[in-house]
């Protein structure tokens, strides 16, 4: 019986008890040839439409219910924020209705872990903008006391500790205007303003605003041998942000006297950009959070190295507002690779 639907199940058993009710009849009954042939005729007519009567009712009462219940379970189901794969259905009612009650328990178990890996994450981020806020702050306490307390009227010291004080607020506000960054482009309020643009020329400008940086640690920077414009579709300003981003880390995490090279490759409708360095690089266990919100590597070299920790969740924040990926390789002691896409134009 598993292979046939309810009904059909429920048909066959009309049947069988017809069937058997005739059977009966016939055994109980003696009676002459005719009028026991047509008495047990009748007696199956009978007993079957009785039999597919109550079949009526049971469907009815039970099978019009299980299929409002599957079509209320399928939509709560698909109403979730990643709801499972599509469910093929079988001709068993029943079947199909305890595989969507599985799927969607299975869904809202996913969901429940994802929803416990958020919470993690919302309080890694609240402590760390309170930290990141929380040491420009005491920097400035620190120096408005000092002046307050007599520093003000010394010349030796009143207007170091105001260029201090104005490092730290200009820290804040870095802090705060890449917050704001990353929520606008999540939510989209951030509109880009695509344009068709030379990849080559925003190259060549990004590497002459680092060159100083670059030098003074001994590091080269290497550009494409490419002669020729190589024309992407993208947002010009956001896409020199993510070369910035990316060539500072490379410069500030590099080996000294080392090298950061960037590449570009043909990738059928894109253009796949490289910039990779022979520096340090990053332990396997720290890449899947690379790109999350003031995650930090070695924590104490990093902030003295300075930036706020959101650099490269910009990055991919931009990237991905563009319909493209990022991806990064490295290799401890060997260097770093990070790589992403661009539309030709």
């Not at 059909?8 to 002459?32: D, H, K, M, N, R």
């Not at 006297?257 to 960037?262: A, E, P, R, V």
């Amino acid at each position: 019986m598993k292979n046939f639907s309810p009904k059909l199940s429920l048909l066959l058993i009309a049947f069988v008890v017809s069937a058997c009710t005739t059977l009966v009849v016939y055994l109980i009954f003696p009676e002459g040839p005719v009028h026991k042939a047509l008495l047990v005729t009748i007696c199956f007519i009978a007993s079957f439409i009785s039999t597919l009567l109550l079949l009526f009712f049971v469907q009815l009462l039970v099978f019009r219910k299980l299929d409002h219940l599957l079509v209320t379970v399928k939509e709560f189901r698909l109403q979730s924020d990643k709801p499972g794969i599509e469910l093929k259905y079988k001709k068993n009612e029943i079947d199909n209705l305890e595989a969507e009650i599985l799927a969607w328990a299975d869904d809202r178990k996913n969901e429940i872990e994802r929803m416990k890996k958020l919470e993690v994450y919302r309080k890694e981020f609240l402590g760390n903008v309170s930290h990141e806020l929380k040491t420009p702050i005491f920097n400035i306490q620190g120096y408005v006391l000092t002046l307050l307390d007599g520093g003000l009227e010394d010349p030796s010291i009143n207007r170091n500790y105001l260029i201090r004080a104005e490092k730290s607020v200009d820290r804040m506000i870095t802090i705060i205007d890449d917050l704001e960054a990353i929520s606008q482009l999540e939510t989209g309020e951030l509109q880009l303003d695509p344009e068709r643009f030379d990849l080559i020329a925003l190259f060549k400008d990004v590497v002459d605003a680092q060159e100083m940086k670059a030098t003074e640690r001994g590091i080269v920077l290497t550009m494409p041998n490419e002669t020729k414009p190589v024309y992407v579709h993208g947002d010009r300003f956001r896409i020199r942000q993510v070369l910035v981003n990316l060539i500072v880390n490379s410069v500030k995490y590099g080996k000294p006297n080392g090298t950061t090279k960037i590449r570009i490759y043909n990738a059928g409708d894109n253009i796949s950009v490289e910039i990779s360095d022979n520096g340090i690089g990053i332990a396997k266990e720290h890449l899947p959070r690379l790109f999350e919100r003031f995650y930090r590597v070695d924590k104490s070299r990093s902030r003295e190295q300075g930036g706020t920790g959101l650099g490269l969740a910009i990055v991919k924040h931009i990237i991905e507002a563009h319909n493209q990926t990022i991806s990064v390789m490295s290799t401890q002691g060997v260097g770093t690779v990070f790589s992403f896409t661009l539309k030709k134009a």
